[in-house]
């Protein structure tokens, strides 16, 4: 038995808040999905492992997508495959919030993410 690890934590990796403009296409030719073709989202929170997005299509836990993730300070953007892991409604109409786990990520992409992660230097 592991001592101190919290039972309800079930994150590997550190989250940060950082939001990015995603693009969700699913890779699976399944009935139960939306609309296939690109979807629009807002990611949120990101991790080595994972990303939060909000979306106004509701993807099946277990979908496969491939993401496209660009803001401001990556212009060069950021691409992974993931699966849906959990869906939550969100206080908006028609909006849908997504975890997203990162299930092919390249070197590129990893080393893009770990630099979001980094903490900014501080200056005295």
């Known amino acids: 038995m592991i001592p101190n690890i ?15 403009h995603a ?3 699913p890779l699976s030719l399944e009935p139960t999905l939306p609309t296939l073709g690109l979807h629009h989202g807002l ?8 990303l939060q997005v909000w979306s106004n299509r509701l993807f099946p836990v277990k979908s496969r997508l491939l993401l496209e993730m660009e803001a401001p300070e990556i212009p060069e953007g950021i ?9 939550s409604p969100t206080t908006s109409q028609d909006q849908w919030c997504l975890g997203i786990e990162f299930s092919d990520v ?6 893009r993410i770990r630099d979001l992660l980094q903490p900014e230097p501080t200056y005295n």
């Open 6 to 20: 919290n039972e309800h934590e079930r994150r590997g990796f550190e989250r940060i808040p950082w939001e990015c």
């Open 23 to 25: 693009r969700l296409l």
């Open 43 to 50: 990611g949120r929170d990101i991790s080595e492992g994972g």
């Open 79 to 87: 691409q992974a495959v993931g699966s849906v892991v959990w869906i």
């Open 106 to 111: 390249g070197e590129s992409a990893r080393a």
